[in-house]
């Protein structure tokens, strides 16, 4: 079983920051992507940035690189995701999802359905 809890979310003035935070639990062990997407309504999810457990450098979205910031505390089993400069096209459900036993996230990181594991989101507004 696993299990994934988002939280932080809220509303935010243009401009502002707003920190999210992702806790796992359940069987974590080994290698693994950890991701954060987001979805407005009627539209498709979207991958925002992800990192790996050991092994790679956080990735980003050319829509947020720059402004955002990812990070795993691996020990305490939690992805954060720093955000800067906020946009009202930021606007979404906010979700963290786990993909285990992967040596790598690769190129394909911002595909939703490699994604085993997905909390059940924090919603963020931006006006």
């Known amino acids: 079983h696993v299990q994934l809890v988002e939280s932080g979310g ?13 806790v796992a639990s359940g069987d974590t062990i080994g290698r693994y992507c950890m991701a954060w997407f987001r979805q407005a309504p009627g539209k498709e999810r979207e991958g925002v940035a992800v990192i790996h457990s050991r092994r790679e450098d956080p990735i980003y979205s050319d829509s947020v690189k720059g402004r955002f910031a990812i990070s795993l505390d ?14 009202p096209e930021d606007t979404a459900m906010y979700f963290c999802a786990a993909d285990f036993g992967r040596s790598r996230c690769g190129d394909l990181w911002w595909q939703a359905a490699r994604y085993g594991f997905w909390g059940q989101g924090t919603q963020v507004t931006v006006s």
């Open 10 to 22: 809220g509303s935010v003035q243009v401009g502002g920051s707003l920190t999210l935070s992702c």
């Open 74 to 87: 691996n020990a305490e089993k939690t992805v954060y995701l720093q955000m800067n400069s906020l946009k």
